[in-house]
């Protein structure tokens, strides 16, 4: 009887390189995944900075906006018929809702219990 | 002759091999410690949790208070490259004498800050003259961004954002937050890994019951008082006599909580709650509510005032007109000192003590705000021959204008003594309401029925014949009393001929209030009396007010109720 070998040479020809290879490929494609995952947490670290930048530069806008739209200022700013013109009392009518589907009804009596 | 170098090779080798195990076991083993932790220095950076204090807002949410975030510049002395030229042009950018600059620099050290808190641009400036040794550290400014408005409530805080004055010091603890420290990583260019975690820590945020449109408005008003009057000094405040929310409080002089440090210690005084004055007439209240609930007097009982003046303890006092017979509402209206010593005298010393005491006098109203004084009122065992003259028309006692809102207030709101406060609601960061201020109960100290007459007794002070006609607003009743004091005068330690206090204190709407006002002028100059020079402040705060708030005039044509659909 003559013992060929043949299926041991095809297991040493192709899958002992293959072998090989993926576990190199698997070795190199972990060292490369995770050198850019690192990559990618610096930029997230520097995107962050920038964030932190822009955030700090809202507050500057926005204390500016806040100090510019005080009453006070706008008040000052403006003259003449552009200025602030408080209501005509005289046409103010508040409307108290009635209970039950009633329509409203306007009362110039009673006082306001809501806020302000 | 191959086996010779292969075993010399081989030699190298393993030689090579122990020398590099020699060297791994001393840097992995003996020297572990101090290596990682030289090499944890160098990829590790530490930061600071920026602390951010909590926004304070007013009732509408409008922002009064919040947070910058500024560069501070600071020195490393044994690395600072600074010759004159770099020096010249380091002032120059930062609008300071070199020497002022020099004097922050230390000979030796490695930290030593030049300036806190830049302005952006001038920070900017310094960055681009690069110079060695110059290195900038973000850090949080408080702002305040309208400026004087409602100075004396807010307070302020110092350069280290340590709370010093008003709201700011007063909830301290909420507002205020703890830090910590965030740990990067970072790479051989100084790049950093995310953190991962918020590095700002906020406090809780502060409602207030304050009105910046009406705080404005009182502002505005006391500032042309000031002008017109040439006073030396101003308060007012308006409160919702019901809840006893503060909607405005004011005081000059006043002063920038953006610039606290620099203010002087008169413009800080928040006069409405810590400086005591004598209220002279509008103490009157006191009398009035006490010989009603006592049946000493109704409206229509008759006083004879007629003499003009009145002997007490061998002092005369006297009114500024001769009357005639007057009415117990007559009294209180033209605001007869006769008839209220005649008064007080039937009251006797221990119920007028009691009635002033119901009232809040000599006593802190327990406001929400640093620094609040008592004033005082004696106990009757101590009242002199000439205090039953004195007492019953506001001398001999001292009060603060916030004491005297919380009097007429409970004449406003049926009899209850309210609890004056400016914070109505403390919020986390994330919006979730922690604790919410107002006062589920009040306490009643006099009757409804002597709070509703005494307070158509006050509405006659603001009509025809009255001294308080000034205050009165077109369309809406207005129910108050005027007061003109003596201030003693620290020399002679005597009443001064020429300085008084003039005030007004009201509510309006009389028959459903919706504000309660002080108005009180220091030292007017001439004219003296609260009818002429407070009163008329009050109805311009009023007026605008009840605008501001779209409170309906009662004189308004439209009477019949109106019926409309959607």
Partial sequence: MIHTGSGRNMFSFIFKPLFIAILLVGVFGLVYLRSSVMTLEYSLGELEKTKMNYLRERKMLFAEKTSLLSIEKVGASLSGSHGFVFPDRVRVIHLNKQKGSLPYKASLEKRQLTGY | MNKKRAIILNTTIIFSFFLVSLRLTDLMIFNHTRLSERAKLQHVKVEDIQVRRGIIFDRRGRELALNLELESLYCDPENLNLDNDSMRRLASVMAKEPRVILSKIPAAGRFAWVERKLEPDTAEKVKRLNIKGLEFLTEAKRFYPKGELASHILGFVGVDNQALEGVELKYDRYIKTTGGKVFFERDASGKTLSSGVDIEAKGNNIVLTIDEGLQSIVER????????????????????????????????????????????????????????????????????????????????????????????????????????????????????????????????????????????????????????????????????????????????????????????????????????????????????????????????????????????????????????KRASVDGNEVAGKTGTAQIIDPRTKRYSKEKFVSSFVGFVPADNPRLAIIVVIYEPKGQIYGGVVAAPVFRDIADQSLSYLDIPREDNPHHAPLLVSR
């Fill in chain 2, 221 to 468: 008003e006391i500032d042309k008082a000031i002008i017109k009057w040439r006073a030396a000094a101003a308060s007012a405040i308006m409160m919702d006599p019901f809840t006893g929310e503060i909607l405005a409080l004011a005081n000059r002089p006043a002063y920038d909580p953006n610039k606290g440090g620099s203010a002087g210690g008169s413009e800080k005084r928040n006069r409405a709650i810590t400086d005591c004055y004598e209220p002279g007439s509008t103490f009157k209240i006191i009398i009035g509510v006490a010989s009603l609930e006592e049946k000493i007097a109704k409206p229509d009982t008759l006083f004879d005032v007629s003499k003009g003046s009145i002997q007490v303890g061998g002092k005369t006092i006297r009114d500024v007109h001769k009357y005639g017979v007057l009415t117990f509402k007559e009294v209180i209206q033209k605001s007869s000192n006769v008839g209220s010593i005649t008064i007080g005298m039937r009251l006797g010393k221990d119920r007028i003590y009691k009635y002033a005491k119901l009232l809040g006098v000599g006593k802190k109203t327990g406001i929400d705000l640093p620094g609040e004084v008592s004033g005082w009122i004696h106990p009757p065992e101590r009242w002199s021959g000439t205090s039953l003259g004195a007492i019953p028309i506001g001398q001999e006692v001292a009060v603060t204008p916030l004491q005297m809102l919380r009097a007429y207030s409970a004449i406003a709101n049926g009899g209850f003594l309210v609890r004056p406060h400016v914070v109505s609601e403390i919020i986390s960061p994330n919006g979730q309401v922690l604790a919410s201020l107002k006062d589920k109960e009040m306490k009643r100290i006099i009757s409804a029925r002597t709070a509703e007459t005494f307070k158509d007794i006050l509405k006659s002070v603001v009509e025809e014949g009255g001294t308080g």
